[in-house]
């Protein structure tokens, strides 16, 4: 029998799936304007890191579940905006999306099912928040 996950390691996949989706959006909202990439980023994983350790926190999930879930959020967030430091146009955005895929994938991967199904719901997730995204962009 195998040893069900940590609350720490559930809330870091709760965490880090929340804040790549967040990031997403806003590559694809601010695709054409490399700073506003980083900073939005940088101002989202800040909130992210508040808003998701507080509310793990306040749910009753305990100190360090709360932190990995902020933390996981955090880095979630930052990771995507770093080829936008060195980086423009299409390569930032390639390279972007190669790291949103890559932090996708470590959250199926995290998922307790670990299993073909929670890799196409993870991807699945990200294609409905890009399709979402691109389609609030067109207003």
Request: glycine residues 10%; positive net charge; contains cysteine.
């Amino acid at each position: 029998m195998t040893k069900p996950p940590s609350a720490a390691w559930l809330q870091a996949v709760f965490g880090a799936a929340d804040g790549v989706t967040v990031v997403l959006g806003l590559l694809l909202a601010l695709t054409g304007s490399p700073s506003a990439v980083v900073k939005a980023a940088v101002g989202a994983g800040v909130a992210e890191f508040v808003g998701m350790s507080a509310g793990a926190w306040l749910s009753g999930e305990g100190r360090w579940p709360a932190l990995a879930n902020g933390g996981a959020a955090l880095a979630a967030c930052l990771l995507p905006a770093v080829p936008y430091l060195a980086f423009t146009g299409t390569v930032a955005l390639t390279l972007s999306v190669v790291l949103v895929a890559a932090v996708a994938a470590a959250v199926a991967w995290m998922r307790p099912q670990r299993s073909w199904l929670a890799v196409a719901q993870t991807f699945g997730v990200l294609a409905a928040a890009a399709v979402l995204v691109y389609a609030t962009s067109l207003l």
